[in-house]
């Protein structure tokens, strides 16, 4: 994880497109004695003396069938860049399918990537160290919201509905994401030398909804 994370700071298109803080190092201690994954995150220029749960930052994830790479609007996002997000449902859901879009077009012809969307309401009785206790969740592919796709995925619209709502009228310690999970069954690319640059273009990917929450 070290490793990547390195690599991911210093990487020209991150600093040029997402403006991550490449002088940040990141989480203290990212491995726990207890879970089956391990996570870390790149800091965003803006927040600065801020704790990471107040503003946007990256996320990859490494489980042991997968690895994430998502844009985390944390529990205790600042109010202003929550309301940002949910002036319109109509604009929310123009932007989640522009993020959406961007993902296919960077991945296409490669097998073992799916847009992902997450709703998460979790807390720590324990600590921060310990494992968290899951609320509410939800997790989908947002193709979901379209009526006709490539894919065979049916149009449920109502999932991105669901996220919104509970957006707008957050009253809970309420995290979501979007981005993108490889599949390293599925993904060969994982395996070589441009799995780093996956990683780049799932971020970057993100970007519309960062900076319809960031304007």
Same mark, same amino acid.
């Given at each position: 994880?070290?490793?990547? +994370?390195?690599?991911?700071?210093? $990487?020209?298109?991150?600093? $040029?497109? +997402? &403006? ?12 726990? *004695?207890v879970? *089956?994954?391990?996570?870390?995150? !790149? ?8 704790r990471? *749960?107040?503003?946007?930052? !990256? ?21 202003? !860049? ?6 319109k449902?109509e604009? #929310? ?23 992902? +969307? ?6 720590? @009785?324990?600590?921060?160290?310990? @494992? ?6 939800? =997790?989908?592919?947002?193709? *979901? ?6 894919? %065979?995925?049916? =149009?449920?619209?109502q ?9 707008? /009228?957050?009253?809970? &310690? ?8 490889? %599949?390293?069954?599925? =993904? ?13 273009? /799932?971020?970057? /990917?993100?970007?519309?909804?960062? $900076?319809?929450?960031? #304007?």
């Open positions: 994880m070290k490793l990547i +994370m390195k690599e991911l700071r210093h $990487d020209k298109k991150l600093i $040029d497109h +997402m &403006n991550i803080d490449s002088g940040f190092e990141g989480r203290g201690a990212i491995t726990g *004695t879970g *089956t994954h391990v996570w870390d995150y !790149l800091q965003l220029k803006g927040a600065e003396g801020m990471f *749960t107040q503003y946007p930052h !990256l996320t990859i994830g490494i489980h042991d069938s997968r690895v994430d790479a998502m844009l985390t609007f944390p529990h205790h996002l600042k109010t202003e !860049l929550r309301k940002n997000l949910t002036v449902k604009r #929310f859901r123009e932007i989640v399918l522009d993020v959406t879009s961007g993902i296919e077009k960077t991945f296409r012809g490669i097998d073992g990537i799916v847009p992902q +969307m997450r709703g998460a309401q979790r807390r720590w @009785p324990h600590g921060q160290r310990a @494992p968290s206790v899951s609320d509410a969740e939800i =997790c989908f592919d947002p193709r *979901t919201v379209l009526s006709q796709n490539d894919h %065979k995925i049916r =149009c449920q619209p999932w991105l509905d669901a996220i919104f709502e509970a957006i707008k /009228a957050k009253k809970s &310690n309420l995290q979501f994401q979007i981005g993108a999970v490889f %599949k390293y069954d599925e =993904c060969s690319v994982l395996k070589n030398s441009e799995s780093i640059n996956l990683l780049v273009n /799932a971020f970057i /990917a993100g970007k519309p909804l960062l $900076d319809l929450a960031t #304007f």
